[in-house]
């Protein structure tokens, strides 16, 4: 049999493996800075327990153990932290901010060009809510894409509780019935403007809803973006959500961030455990979203610990595709680190004898203590060098 | 800034997608004769003239912001995108057929044997179907004149689109269900949608027009 890896999973040979590290070891190196604390979580959990805070949008792989016990490899990170904060951690250890980089895994039909493995860098901020700390998770996301290295980049943001608010009043004051709730959610979910079109087509529906439901997609651009939403929905009496993105607007702008920030309403189409806020980044080159996150006030709570989080996080692999497409591939990048590959002061056993042995391993370590990278080297007796 | 990549569908949505982006306001003259080429620049856009059920994919990975194609297609890719326009144009159904002289033969085999055999090159919305509706089938996927796999006994029936019916008469099958309705619809890659305004501004021309 040939030597082949899985579909969907490869290797990492040395320079794109110190390229990695070099992404990784920076943007670790800010999130401490932001105080942002390491944890991992194992690779495998147990399906029914993640089930527990609804449904995963991914296919995860599942397996059966010894046990019989069905398990999955993680799909994603926010999960599997959030049944360990609940688990593990008492209330009086909130806040906690922590961060992450781990491997995740999805099942992808093949010939779709699809990774099934790939590695997510993230934080998530639990135990507090509101604006600022909406705005902590969205400035902390802007500045780690901008220590990769990337330029041009977008991140989209708006809130979820603006499109509940306005289908619970739809369904409670407007005619809707729990079906056409659950269509309007998934067509948003699907990106698809031509059902949201056609469901808002509903004659059962009051009209205004219909309208607000119709325009809502649309409502993008910066600030003005927020009042041109509440202007759709508030006559309805809806508007959930819409003070926080404000506030959290606001914030971003006195940081010099809303740039770099956009609003936009027809993000709402990731997980659907999102209760506020969301966001996902662009990059011109890559088609795909970089990365994304929000606000998950009521998952904790469905691992029996309630508390208000927020976090984000974006996949390595397609922010170093990014960073291809715009030119800044990984030799530069590793350039400041020191050493390359291979590189260094070369330190020679002359003879294969004890003695040349211990006298070459004795340089290498002087050489060092110093700083400089030293590789030992073998000749063989001849005086070729190996 | 770098000309809108669009894909435009060849065959039979070709001629009302190019009609469309003209009303919209493009400059489509280069699009009348294209010969054999696949690629035609204009002011301020580049055109890539796919296959209708490819353009999903180009959409989708970002080989292009945004493109035309049916309904079909889509539902068939299954691929992450911003569908943004129902065109209107090019309509067709999915029908799910029977030799017109095997009327009630594949009732009863299914009864007999348990599971019906379909002959299709939609796979995704054939399975689909079938599972909405409850029947268990196995589904063969074809790449074209299907008609003949129940022609031949090879299947009991096929799940095909048709606009007029015509080729199903000739060969003398019969629909014996609707799975779905088509049209054209206008859809954007997820990241040209939200960073660059030109996707969504074409997008509501475009809509403006198939009024």
Same mark, same amino acid.
């Given at each position: 049999?040939?030597?082949?890896?899985?579909?969907?999973?490869?290797?990492?040979?040395?320079?794109?493996?110190?390229?990695?590290?070099?992404?990784?070891?920076?943007?670790?190196?800010?999130?401490?800075?932001?105080?942002?604390?390491?944890?991992?979580?194992?690779?495998?959990?147990?399906?029914?327990?993640?089930?527990?805070?609804?449904?995963?949008?991914?296919?995860?792989?599942?397996?059966?153990?010894?046990?019989?016990?069905?398990?999955?490899?993680?799909?994603?990170?926010?999960?599997?932290?959030?049944?360990?904060?609940?688990?593990?951690?008492?209330?009086?250890?909130?806040?906690?901010?922590?961060?992450?980089?781990?491997?995740?895994?999805?099942?992808?039909?093949?010939?779709?060009?699809?990774?099934?493995?790939?590695?997510?860098?993230?934080?998530?901020?639990?135990?507090?809510?509101?604006?600022?700390?909406?705005?902590?998770?969205?400035?902390?996301?802007?500045?780690?894409?901008?220590?990769?290295?990337?330029?041009?980049?977008?991140?989209?943001?708006?809130?979820?509780?603006?499109?509940?608010?306005?289908?619970?009043?739809?369904?409670?004051?407007?005619?809707?019935?729990?079906?056409?709730?659950?269509?309007?959610?998934?067509?948003?979910?699907?990106?698809?403007?031509?059902?949201?079109?056609?469901?808002?087509?509903?004659?059962?529906?009051?009209?205004?809803?219909?309208?607000?439901?119709?325009?809502?997609?649309?409502?993008?651009?910066?600030?003005?973006?927020?009042?041109?939403?509440?202007?759709?929905?508030?006559?309805?009496?809806?508007?959930?959500?819409?003070?926080?993105?404000?506030?959290?607007?606001?914030?971003?702008?006195?940081?010099?961030?809303?740039?770099?920030?956009?609003?936009?309403?027809?993000?709402?189409?990731?997980?659907?455990?999102?209760?506020?806020?969301?966001?996902?980044?662009?990059?011109?080159?890559?088609?795909?979203?970089?990365?994304?996150?929000?606000?998950?006030?009521?998952?904790?709570?469905?691992?029996?610990?309630?508390?208000?989080?927020?976090?984000?996080?974006?996949?390595?692999?397609?922010?170093?595709?990014?960073?291809?497409?715009?030119?800044?591939?990984?030799?530069?990048?590793?350039?400041?680190?020191?050493?390359?590959?291979?590189?260094?002061?070369?330190?020679?056993?002359?003879?294969?004898?004890?003695?040349?042995?211990?006298?070459?391993?004795?340089?290498?370590?002087?050489?060092?203590?110093?700083?400089?990278?030293?590789?030992?080297?073998?000749?063989?007796?001849?005086?070729?060098?190996? | 800034?770098?000309?809108?990549?669009?894909?435009?569908?060849?065959?039979?949505?070709?001629?009302?997608?190019?009609?469309?982006? *003209? &009303?919209?306001? @493009?400059?489509?003259?280069?699009?009348?004769?294209? !010969?054999?080429?696949?690629? +035609?620049? #204009? /002011?301020?856009?580049?055109?890539?003239?796919?296959?209708?059920?490819?353009?999903?994919?180009?959409?989708?990975?970002?080989?292009?912001?945004?493109?035309?194609?049916?309904?079909?297609?889509?539902?068939? *890719? &299954?691929?992450? @995108?911003?569908?943004?326009?129902?065109?209107?144009? !090019?309509?067709?159904?999915? +029908?799910? #057929? /029977?030799?017109?002289?095997?009327?009630?033969?594949?009732?009863?085999?299914?009864?007999?044997?348990?599971?019906?055999?379909?002959?299709?090159?939609?796979?995704?919305?054939?399975?689909?179907?079938?599972?909405?509706?409850?029947?268990?089938?196995?589904?063969?996927?074809?790449?074209?004149?299907?008609?003949?796999?129940?022609?031949?006994?090879?299947?009991?029936?096929?799940?095909?689109?048709?606009?007029?019916?015509?080729?199903?008469?000739?060969?003398?099958?019969?629909?014996?269900?609707?799975?779905?309705?088509?049209?054209?619809?206008?859809?954007?890659?997820?990241?040209?949608?939200?960073?660059?305004?030109?996707?969504?501004?074409?997008?509501?021309?475009?809509?403006?027009?198939?009024?």
């Amino acid at each position: 049999m040939l030597p082949i890896t899985p579909r969907g999973f490869k290797d990492v040979l040395p320079q794109e493996a110190r390229w990695r590290e070099d992404i990784t070891s920076r943007v670790r190196a800010l999130l401490d800075l932001w105080g942002y604390a390491p944890i991992e979580t194992p690779t495998l959990e147990v399906l029914e327990v993640l089930e527990q805070a609804g449904s995963m949008s991914s296919m995860p792989f599942r397996l059966f153990d010894t046990d019989n016990q069905l398990l999955v490899l993680r799909p994603d990170v926010t999960l599997p932290l959030a049944r360990l904060v609940a688990a593990r951690l008492s209330p009086e250890d909130l806040p906690l901010r922590l961060r992450y980089v781990q491997r995740v895994f999805r099942e992808e039909e093949s010939l779709r060009a699809q990774a099934r493995e790939f590695t997510q860098v993230g934080v998530e901020l639990i135990g507090i809510a509101g604006p600022w700390a909406d705005a902590e998770v969205v400035q902390l996301f802007i500045e780690a894409l901008d220590t990769c290295g990337l330029r041009g980049f977008t991140v989209s943001l708006c809130t979820v509780a603006v499109l509940n608010d306005l289908l619970d009043a739809a369904v409670a004051k407007g005619g809707a019935d729990e079906s056409w709730r659950r269509e309007v959610l998934a067509a948003f979910h699907a990106s698809n403007l031509v059902r949201v079109e056609r469901l808002a087509d509903d004659p059962r529906v009051n009209e205004r809803f219909r309208l607000a439901v119709r325009k809502l997609f649309a409502v993008n651009g910066g600030r003005e973006a927020i009042e041109s939403c509440r202007a759709l929905v508030g006559p309805l009496g809806c508007g959930d959500g819409l003070d926080a993105l404000e506030a959290t607007w606001q914030l971003l702008e006195a940081l010099g961030s809303s740039e770099r920030a956009r609003i936009d309403f027809s993000v709402m189409c990731s997980f659907d455990y999102y209760t506020g806020l969301v966001f996902e980044a662009y990059a011109p080159g890559s088609g795909s979203a970089l990365g994304s996150g929000g606000r998950y006030d009521r998952t904790l709570a469905a691992f029996g610990h309630d508390a208000p989080a927020a976090g984000c996080a974006f996949c390595l692999e397609t922010v170093m595709h990014a960073l291809d497409a715009q030119g800044s591939a990984g030799a530069d990048a590793s350039a400041g680190a020191g050493a390359g590959a291979g590189t260094g002061t070369a330190v020679s056993m002359a003879e294969p004898t004890a003695a040349a042995a211990l006298e070459a391993f004795a340089a290498a370590a002087a050489l060092r203590a110093t700083g400089t990278t030293a590789q030992l080297t073998h000749t063989t007796p001849k005086g070729e060098v190996l | 800034m770098r000309p809108l990549k669009v894909a435009v569908p060849k065959g039979a949505l070709f001629e009302e997608s190019v009609a469309r982006l *003209a &009303a919209a306001g @493009l400059d489509v003259a280069g699009l009348a004769d294209p !010969g054999r080429q696949l690629t +035609v620049s #204009a /002011e301020g856009v580049e055109y890539f003239i796919v296959r209708p059920t490819d353009a999903p994919i180009f959409v989708s990975y970002g080989g292009v912001d945004c493109g035309i194609c049916g309904r079909d297609s889509l539902e068939e *890719a &299954a691929l992450e @995108l911003v569908e943004l326009v129902d065109l209107g144009f !090019g309509s067709c159904r999915f +029908v799910v #057929a /029977e030799p017109a002289s095997a009327c009630g033969v594949a009732e009863d085999s299914y009864r007999r044997l348990g599971v019906l055999r379909v002959a299709t090159k939609y796979p995704r919305i054939a399975s689909l179907y079938y599972d909405s509706i409850g029947v268990q089938v196995e589904i063969v996927k074809m790449h074209g004149n299907i008609e003949l796999a129940p022609l031949c006994g090879m299947a009991d029936r096929i799940v095909d689109i048709t606009a007029t019916g015509a080729t199903l008469r000739e060969n003398n099958l019969v629909i014996v269900d609707e799975v779905l309705s088509s049209t054209a619809r206008f859809v954007g890659n997820s990241a040209s949608v939200r960073t660059d305004p030109r996707v969504r501004e074409l997008a509501n021309c475009l809509a403006a027009s198939a009024v």
